[in-house]
């Protein structure tokens, strides 16, 4: 990862239309704009003669609702059945060949093909407000214990409450966690060692109710959802950091605030390499930040426009 350090955001460039960029990828357009979509997409563009389309039937009865890319593999998992137990299917990467199929505790993460996963438990009723308390363990593979893991203590106590979730993402040797609730107006982020399970460190982050996560070579991004919902009684201050876009690494010591979304959250937000891709709401508008590679992330934006 980089190295810590606010720096300011570069300003941004023309908005880039559907049409120009269809004219760049179909070799139509001048020179200087195909530089452009090679310096922004790089790989994308030398690699769209390449595309293949593979499908595989998968195991009857599975109620299939998770697909993640673990490794060189792809893992699909099941929703829990009334015992608590979920199924997954691995399948190999690009042949999709479906290479074995396992059921077991919902809470292991060998199920998953991870070491480490999330748990959240239930601790019983707040006897005031009647309302589920919910607490964020840590499961660790351990294949000398009974059921081949172990949960961890309770992390993170929180409330149960309409839209709030735990996300984590996996990266760069380490799982990243949020919990939304961790006091009444502020969530957590923790970073877990991917090999045992311990908490490396942890930053308080704004509440978001529904988070988007993603993690790259720059760091962990983490921004609110458009589907999450608004704290009541939301200040001016907390609604501007409620609507950016926020970068954390290793080594900072608080996050980094790198970008006004200008509008309640984000379609969605994927990042590899030095790149990072969110799709704001406010005039669906697609915005592409790029690092330069020297200095960690430079804040370079660009803006992608669907007009």
């Not at 998968?58 to 490794?71: C, D, E, S, Y």
């Not at 351990?142 to 996300?167: D, I, K, M, N, W």
């Not at 502020?186 to 090999?195: A, K, M, N, P, T």
């Not at 900072?252 to 390499?273: H, I």
Request: proline share 4%; hydrophobic share 45%.
């Amino acid at each position: 990862m980089c190295s810590s350090g606010t720096q300011a955001i570069g300003p941004l460039i023309s908005p880039l239309k559907t049409a120009t960029i269809a004219s760049i990828t179909t070799g139509r357009a001048p020179l200087p704009r195909r530089r452009l979509l090679d310096a922004l997409f790089g790989e994308a563009h030398a690699l769209e003669r390449c595309v293949r389309i593979a499908s595989v039937a998968l195991p009857a009865g599975g109620r299939w609702a998770q697909l993640a890319a673990v490794g060189r593999r792809l893992v699909l998992t099941s929703s829990s059945d009334h015992s608590g137990r979920c199924r997954s299917a691995t399948l190999a990467a690009p042949s999709m060949a479906v290479l074995s199929v396992a059921a077991g505790s919902c809470e292991n993460p060998a199920l998953y093909g991870e070491r480490v996963l999330p748990v959240v438990v239930e601790l019983g009723r707040n006897r005031r407000d009647g309302l589920e308390n919910l607490g964020l363990r840590i499961a660790t593979v351990a294949s000398h214990v009974r059921g081949g893991y172990r949960l961890g203590a309770v992390l993170v106590p929180y409330r149960l409450c309409s839209g709030c979730r735990t996300e984590w993402v996996y990266g760069d040797g380490s799982l990243w966690v949020y919990a939304p609730l961790a006091t009444q107006r502020r969530g957590v982020l923790l970073q877990v060692s991917e090999q045992d399970g311990r908490v490396v460190r942890t930053w308080s982050m704004p509440a978001f109710y529904g988070a988007l996560m993603a993690v790259n070579a720059d760091g962990v991004w983490i921004a609110q959802s458009q589907s999450g919902g608004e704290p009541a009684h939301t200040g001016t201050a907390q609604r501007v950091a409620y609507q950016s876009l926020y970068r954390v690494a290793g080594g900072m010591r608080k996050p980094q605030r790198v970008f006004d979304l200008r509008t309640w959250g984000a379609n969605w937000l994927v990042a590899a390499g030095g790149r990072v891709w969110l799709d704001v709401a406010l005039g669906r508008a697609v915005y592409f930040l790029a690092t330069d590679g020297a200095t960690g992330w430079g804040g370079r934006v660009f803006r992608v426009s669907s007009a």
